[in-house]
């Protein structure tokens, strides 16, 4: 038996396009602290209509989620 709080056995897709690295990955740990059990990434390199608005690259961003969450998947 362990002292962690049960996982929920859901997970929650995050938006890639009109996000930041830092919101993204602050969203991440939230939802590793709340006992969510994984966090999703579109793969979309861009958005419709205006090229301009930041996109996170997905593979990457979950790459960079994994090192900032204890639990997570």
């Known amino acids: 038996m362990t002292d962690s709080p049960a996982r929920l056995p859901i ?3 995050l938006r ?3 996000a930041e690295p830092g919101w993204w990955l602050e ?3 939230r939802l ?11 793969d979309h390199f861009m958005g419709r ?3 301009t608005v930041p ?3 997905g593979p990457t961003i979950l790459a ?3 090192g900032a969450t204890n639990q997570i998947t």
Request: no cysteine; aromatic share 10%.
């Open 11 to 13: 997970g929650v897709s």
């Open 16 to 18: 890639t396009i009109r």
């Open 27 to 29: 969203s991440a740990r």
């Open 32 to 42: 590793d602290e709340a006992g969510y059990a994984g966090v999703w990434a579109w």
């Open 49 to 51: 209509g205006d090229l």
């Open 55 to 57: 996109v996170v690259e």
């Open 64 to 66: 960079m989620a994994a």
